[in-house]
């Protein structure tokens, strides 16, 4: 079942709505307010098998970006095309893979999701550098609120944030940002190319390595020089300090594109690497 919250003040009232495709116990806020940008977004948030049987247990929490995408086949953006993160979260937990967690789906504001999901403005497009309002929204205001109204783990070794193409860019950023925040980053088909690679050269700049588990693909059908983004930013991570089959996990999907179903079929492996069962 799904339950919808008014988001008038984050939302207090529930009632129960019908699911599409959904599987497993939802919570969906509507209309999330920020002070930090002006469009309302929504948030669905996936609750683990057992979360209502056990009311002492706390949860490792999962922040994932355009969450229209993850979890509802008549949500996202291509109709039927999710990534089936609840299916395959579901299956994991209940198999005793991973450890169970609570996965925020943080829905995209449409026409804003450029500006947003970019660190600065990229002179091609003359558009973007948001990422910072974004993050301030995640940080300041969304992680507050999950952390108050459901029982997390808040340290940052049990908090990830994921996404894929920009939102695999806004991941790597905003993990970089706040290492004390997020301790886990699945950066899915970065869009490594966006300034003129400046997520690279955030990276190189970087003073010291923080304590960051990071799962990092791409697909090998997604474009020119997409993969070369990628190993750029993998060889500037392990230049750092990450070593690769340890605190950081690189992917090449072999003949995949830059679609929601390749993506659905990467997050088996990347919820194993970052959640692993203890």
Same mark, same amino acid.
Request: proline share 5%.
């Given at each position: 079942?799904?339950?919808?919250?008014?988001?008038? +003040?984050?939302?207090? @009232? %529930?009632?129960?709505?019908?699911?599409?495709?959904? %599987?497993?116990?939802?919570?969906?806020?509507?209309?999330?307010h920020s002070k930090f940008l002006p469009t309302k977004r929504d948030v669905l948030i996936y609750l683990p098998p057992g979360y209502e049987a056990d009311r002492r247990r706390r949860y490792p929490v999962l922040y994932l970006h355009d969450g229209q995408n993850l979890f509802d086949g008549a949500t996202s953006f291509i109709p039927g095309q999710e990534w089936r993160v609840d299916e395959t979260?579901?299956?994991?937990?209940?198999?005793?893979?991973?450890?169970?967690?609570?996965?925020?789906?943080?829905?995209?504001?449409?026409?804003?999701?450029?500006?947003?999901?970019?660190?600065?403005?990229?002179?091609?497009?003359?558009?973007?550098?948001?990422?910072?309002?974004?993050?301030?929204?995640?940080?300041? +205001?969304?992680?507050?609120?999950?952390?108050? #109204? *459901?029982?997390?783990?808040?340290?940052?070794?049990? %908090?990830?944030?994921?996404?894929?193409?920009?939102?695999?860019?806004? %991941?790597?950023?905003?993990?970089?940002?706040?290492?004390?925040?997020?301790?886990?980053?699945?950066?899915?088909?970065?869009? @490594?190319?966006?300034?003129? *690679?400046?997520?690279?050269? /955030?990276?190189?700049?970087?003073?010291?390595?923080?304590?960051?588990?990071?799962?990092? /693909?791409?697909?090998?059908?997604?474009?020119?020089?997409?993969?070369?983004?990628?190993?750029?930013?993998?060889?500037?991570?392990?230049?750092?300090?990450?070593?690769?089959?340890?605190?950081?996990? *690189?992917? +090449?999907?072999?003949?995949?594109? #830059?679609? +929601?179903?390749?993506?659905?079929?990467?997050?088996?492996?990347?919820?194993?690497?970052?959640?692993?069962?203890?």
């Amino acid at each position: 079942m799904l339950v919808i919250n008014s988001a008038e +003040e984050h939302g207090a @009232v %529930t009632q129960p709505l019908q699911s599409h495709t959904l %599987t497993g116990d939802f919570r969906a806020h509507m209309q999330f307010h920020s002070k930090f940008l002006p469009t309302k977004r929504d948030v669905l948030i996936y609750l683990p098998p057992g979360y209502e049987a056990d009311r002492r247990r706390r949860y490792p929490v999962l922040y994932l970006h355009d969450g229209q995408n993850l979890f509802d086949g008549a949500t996202s953006f291509i109709p039927g095309q999710e990534w089936r993160v609840d299916e395959t979260a579901q299956a994991l937990i209940l198999s005793h893979a991973i450890e169970p967690v609570i996965i925020v789906g943080i829905y995209n504001t449409g026409k804003e999701r450029v500006e947003e999901y970019t660190p600065s403005a990229d002179p091609k497009f003359k558009v973007g550098g948001k990422a910072d309002l974004y993050g301030r929204l995640i940080v300041e +205001e969304l992680k507050p609120f999950v952390d108050s #109204h *459901y029982r997390t783990k808040r340290d940052a070794a049990d %908090t990830g944030l994921g996404g894929s193409s920009l939102g695999g860019l806004v %991941t790597m950023y905003l993990g970089l940002r706040y290492p004390k925040v997020f301790g886990k980053l699945a950066v899915v088909s970065p869009s @490594v190319w966006w300034d003129d *690679y400046r997520i690279v050269r /955030d990276v190189q700049a970087l003073r010291a390595k923080p304590h960051t588990r990071i799962w990092l /693909d791409m697909g090998t059908d997604e474009g020119a020089n997409a993969t070369d983004g990628a190993r750029l930013l993998r060889d500037a991570l392990v230049g750092k300090g990450w070593q690769l089959d340890r605190d950081l996990k *690189y992917f +090449e999907a072999v003949g995949a594109k #830059h679609s +929601e179903a390749a993506w659905a079929e990467r997050v088996k492996p990347f919820l194993r690497f970052l959640f692993p069962k203890k």
